[in-house]
C-alpha cells in the first residue's frame, strides 16, 4: 500500500512487541473447515472464540501484510476464509453476532450474550480487511456490515442502544455514558441498511472531570483505558471536533496522562504502579479477569479497582498518545523475566500479592489494541484504511465530527 506519511521508529522491544502480538493472532486460530479463521479469546481456554478478538485480527492482517510479517497472498487468503466462516457458519441475530464461539464448529459458546460492542469490533476489522484486500473480501465485509440491524439494538427510551441481548431477558442494559461504544455510532448511523438516527450520538449522556492538572475528560465508568483507546484503534480522530467542540483524540490524551500520573502519585501505595509501570486497564488479575481495573477520573471518583494490577497493553496500547512514556514502560516490561513469553508480554503482573503474581496467558482484545495502535503511531495504516472506507467517511459527515 502506498505510504502517504513518514514512519516513525520505535523501539526494539516495541518493534518485537508488535511483530509477536500478531503472531497470536496468526498462530491461535481454527484451521478447520467448519470454524476457519476464528481466533480464540485468549491461549489457554482453547476452545472457545471471541469476536472481538477475530476483529482485531483481520485488521491485523493489513498489518502482517504490509510488515512482511506473511505474505500479502497468504493474509489475504485468511482474511477471505474468515470472512466467509462469519457469513456462513455462524448464527446470527439481525446480524448481530454472540460474544462468543466454539472454535470446533462456529456455533455459540454456551449461553453467550448476543453482542453489540463486540459485532461492532468485529465489523470494523472485517471493513479494515476488505478495504486493504479489496476484491471478495471487500464486498463480504460490506455484506456482513449491510445485514446489522442497528435499529433494532436501540432503545428508544433515552435513544441509546442496549448493551447486551439474549433469550431470556431480551434486550438489556444501556450505553448511557461515554465507553468503547463510540464505533458503534459510527458504524450504526452509516450502516447501507439498517441505520439509526445521528441524534443517538448527541443523545448519551456525559460525565467529566479532572485529575490534578489533566484538563476536563469526559470519562468513563472506571476510569479504564481501553475504554479511550478501542476507537482510536480503528478510527482517525486527531485534529477533529463534533459539533460541541469536543476533541476526543485529545480527550483521550488527557486519560492517558491522568492514568499515567495516578500511578506515579500511587495513593494507594502499590508495589507495582510507578512512572514506568501504569495504564490500568481490563485484564486478568490474581483473582481473574477484571474490567474494572481503571484511574481517576471515574464515576464519583471511586468506581475504579486498583489493586495493583498493571498490564502491558494498557500503556502499549496508548502509543500514539504519548510515545515516550509508552517507549519508556516497554523498556520496563522488557526487564521483568516473568513477562515475558511467544506472543510478546504476557497480559498482566501484581507485585502487591504474595507471591508476585503474573499472568499465565495472553488475551486477543489486549494483544489486538497494542498491535494496531503501535501500527498507527508509525504508519498510521489503519487509520488510513479507514479514513478511505465510504461508509466511515459518512460517518463521519453524519455525526458531524470534522
Known amino acids: 500500500m502506498e505510504q502517504t506519511m513518514e514512519e516513525k521508529k520505535i523501539s526494539r522491544v516495541l518493534e518485537e512487541e508488535e511483530r ?48 512482511g510479517y506473511v ?15 462469519m457469513k456462513e457458519k455462524t448464527e446470527r441475530v439481525h446480524g448481530f453476532y454472540y460474544h462468543f464461539l466454539n472454535m470446533e464448529d462456529a456455533s455459540r459458546y454456551g449461553k453467550s450474550e448476543v453482542s453489540v460492542i463486540d459485532t461492532a469490533l468485529f465489523i470494523m476489522g472485517a ?16 455484506e456482513l456490515y449491510a445485514e446489522v440491524d442497528w435499529e433494532w439494538y436501540r432503545d428508544p427510551r433515552g435513544n441509546r442502544f442496549y448493551m447486551g441481548y439474549n433469550e431470556k431477558q431480551g434486550h438489556f442494559g444501556q450505553w448511557d455514558h461515554y465507553a468503547e461504544q463510540f464505533i458503534m455510532y459510527f458504524l450504526g448511523v452509516a450502516a447501507p441498511e439498517h441505520p439509526v438516527d445521528p441524534s443517538i450520538f448527541y443523545d448519551c449522556p456525559l460525565f467529566c472531570d ?23 484503534a480503528f478510527l482517525n480522530l486527531k485534529g477533529k471536533k463534533d459539533r460541541r467542540g469536543i476533541d476526543w483524540y485529545e480527550n483521550s490524551l488527557r486519560a492517558t496522562r491522568a492514568a499515567r500520573q495516578y500511578c506515579i502519585d500511587n495513593p494507594g501505595q502499590k508495589k507495582t504502579y510507578g512512572p514506568n509501570a501504569w495504564g490500568m486497564t481490563a485484564c486478568m488479575t490474581p483473582h481473574g479477569y477484571s474490567g474494572g481495573q481503571g484511574a481517576l477520573p471515574c464515576f464519583g471518583n471511586n468506581k475504579n479497582e486498583a489493586d495493583g494490577t498493571i498490564p502491558p497493553c494498557g500503556a502499549i496500547g496508548s502509543m500514539p498518545f504519548c510515545p515516550e512514556e509508552v517507549t519508556a514502560a516497554a523498556e520496563h516490561y522488557a526487564t521483568i523475566p516473568q513477562l515475558q513469553g511467544k506472543y510478546g508480554f ?50 463521519f459527515e453524519l455525526l458531524e465530527i470534522q
Not at 71 to 85: C, H, N, S, V, Y
Not at 127 to 142: D, M, N, P, R
Open 127 to 142: 471493513l479494515v480487511a476488505g478495504e486493504y484486500f479489496g476484491g471478495e473480501c471487500q464486498k463480504l465485509s460490506q
Open 71 to 85: 505474505t500479502r497472498e497468504d493474509a489475504g487468503e485468511r482474511a477471505l476464509g474468515t470472512l466467509k466462516t
Open 210 to 232: 479532572v485529575y490534578k492538572d489533566s484538563g476536563l475528560i469526559y470519562h468513563s465508568y472506571c476510569g479504564a483505558l481501553f475504554v479511550f483507546q478501542f476507537s482510536h
Open 346 to 395: 504476557l497480559d498482566a503482573y501484581n507485585l502487591d500479592v504474595e507471591p508476585a503474581w503474573f499472568s499465565d496467558r495472553y488475551i486477543g482484545i489486549d494483544k489486538g489494541v497494542s498491535l494496531l495502535m503501535l501500527e498507527n503511531y508509525r504508519s498510521g495504516l489503519i487509520w488510513r484504511l479507514t479514513d478511505q472506507n465510504p461508509f466511515i467517511r459518512k460517518a
Open 20 to 67: 509477536k502480538c500478531f503472531d497470536f493472532f496468526w498462530n491461535e486460530v481454527s484451521e478447520s473447515k467448519e470454524s476457519y479463521g476464528l481466533i480464540r479469546d485468549n491461549d489457554v481456554k482453547r476452545d472457545m472464540c471471541s469476536i472481538a478478538s477475530v476483529g482485531f485480527g483481520l485488521a491485523g492482517l493489513a498489518v502482517g501484510a504490509e510488515r
